[in-house]
Structure formats: structure tokens, C-alpha cells
Antibody, heavy 124, light 108 residues
Framework: QVQLQESGPGLVKPSRTLSLTCSVS??????????WNWIRQRPGKGLEWIGY???????YYNPSLKSLVTISRDTSKNQYSLKLSSVTAADTAVYYC????????????????WGRGTRVTVSS | EIVLTQSPGTLSLSPGERATLSCRAS???????LAWYQQKPGQAPRLLIYGASSRATGFPDRFSGSGSGTDFTLTISRLEPEDFAVYYC?????????FGGGTKVEIK
């Protein structure tokens, strides 16, 4: 059974960089045709997809955040990470990591496994 | 990007009643790549429907999805107490992936 768990600081100061890690168990992040995503949910708002890193290490970022986001991985620890720079109060949210997969040779962006989420507040 | 509009924002119903949730896309969703998620308070969303009409593991057949192109529907045939939650639609036919704003199904 695949399990994902987010970790990182719950409080980040404005203009700093938000850094989160997703630890994956029950499967390797570099095997299979899988994609490892970050999604956030701002207070009282819906869900926003941030981007993914694939089983092969390629990344895709939502254009709305592209200049501020970096998703990377550490295959030795079976973890992947999110960095969001120059944060503001608008980046206060619950951040989720979630898995999606490949179908017919292309990214099939359905999220079948999710972490429980981690709440991040941006405040001085 | 494709904008998804869900309606109504809140649906107040009693257990045993039928729930019909709508998701409308600003442009046609490629290959009907439309998913639905259920989210309960304090929990992560849970995949409910994918490919517009395929039910995910663990959900009973009272949940069904339908639609194509720009108009999609999630139907819960007879609401059970555990079905009261927020439901989100999501398109994955084109990047960036986008979600609707959600429909809250609450107990009347």
C-alpha cells in the first residue's frame, strides 16, 4: 500500500522560501510510470495543482507559479520536495503531495494516493 | 487553462435523497478526462470517479458519473450519512490540471 507523508515548517516568513518534503513508502518514486505531485488548498478555497516530478526526473509546473516553484527528488531517500520562493500571505495553505500515473505513454493526471496534508502559514 | 465551474455551491439534502452535482468546463475536456473527488473535513481529497464515469476502488455503486465535452454530472442515487462532504471535479485532459471550486453536500 502506497503511503505519502508531507513534512516541513508550519510557519514561513514573507519573502522567504517555503520548503516541504514528501516521503513515499510502499513503492519507489523512480520505478514504474508514476508522477509525484504537489497540490495546495488555500483557506476557504478550492484545490490548486502546483506541478509534478516524474519517475524519470522530468518536471512540469503550473504556469501560474512556474517562476517561483522547484520540485526535486532524492531517490536514495524515496522523497521528493517542493520549494516555493518569495512567499506571501496568499501562499498560506494546506499542501498535499499526491501520486498520479502514466496511461498509454502519457501523463494521466488523476490523483489516486494522497498524503494527509501539511498546513503552512506565511506570517511574520 | 480550462476553468471548471461547479454548481450548486451548496446542496442541502436529507439522507435517502438523490444528489445531482454539475461541473461545467470552459472548453471541451480532452477524452473526457474528468475526475471527481470527495473531501471530508480535515482529510485529503479521495478519488471517486475518473474518466468521467469510472468509479474508483472503494466507492459503492450509488455514486455515478456521466457527461462529455463540457458538461459533467456526479450523481449520488441515495445519500447515506457518510456521503455528506465536499465534492470537487478536476480535468486532466490538458495542462495545467485544474479543479472546480467544489460543491458542499450538507444535511438538510
Amino acid at each position: 500500500q502506497v503511503q505519502l507523508q508531507e513534512s516541513g515548517p508550519g510557519l514561513v516568513k514573507p519573502s522567504r522560501t517555503l520548503s516541504l518534503t514528501c516521503s513515499v513508502s510502499g513503492g519507489s518514486i523512480s520505478s514504474g510510470e508514476l508522477y509525484w505531485n504537489w497540490i495546495r488548498q488555500r483557506p476557504g478555497k478550492g484545490l490548486e495543482w502546483i506541478g509534478y516530478i516524474s519517475y524519470s526526473g522530468t518536471t512540469y509546473y503550473n504556469p501560474s507559479l512556474k517562476s517561483l516553484v522547484t520540485i526535486s527528488r532524492d531517490t536514495s531517500k524515496n522523497q521528493y520536495s517542493l520549494k516555493l520562493s518569495s512567499v506571501t500571505a496568499a501562499d498560506t495553505a494546506v499542501y498535499y503531495c499526491a501520486r498520479s500515473y502514466d496511461s498509454g505513454g502519457h501523463f494521466y493526471g488523476v490523483f489516486d494516493y494522497w498524503g494527509r496534508g501539511t498546513r503552512v502559514t506565511v506570517s511574520s | 487553462e480550462i476553468v471548471l465551474t461547479q454548481s450548486p455551491g451548496t446542496l442541502s439534502l436529507s439522507p435517502g435523497e438523490r444528489a445531482t452535482l454539475s461541473c461545467r468546463a470552459s472548453q471541451s475536456v480532452t477524452s473526457n478526462y474528468l475526475a471527481w473527488y470527495q473531501q471530508k473535513p480535515g482529510q485529503a481529497p479521495r478519488l471517486l470517479i475518473y474518466g468521467a464515469s469510472s468509479r474508483a476502488t472503494g466507492f459503492p455503486d450509488r455514486f455515478s458519473g456521466s457527461g462529455s465535452g463540457t458538461d459533467f454530472t456526479l450523481t449520488i442515487s441515495r445519500l447515506e450519512p457518510e456521503d455528506f462532504a465536499v465534492y470537487y471535479c478536476q480535468q486532466y485532459g490538458s495542462l495545467p490540471l485544474t479543479f472546480g471550486g467544489g460543491t458542499k453536500v450538507e444535511i438538510k
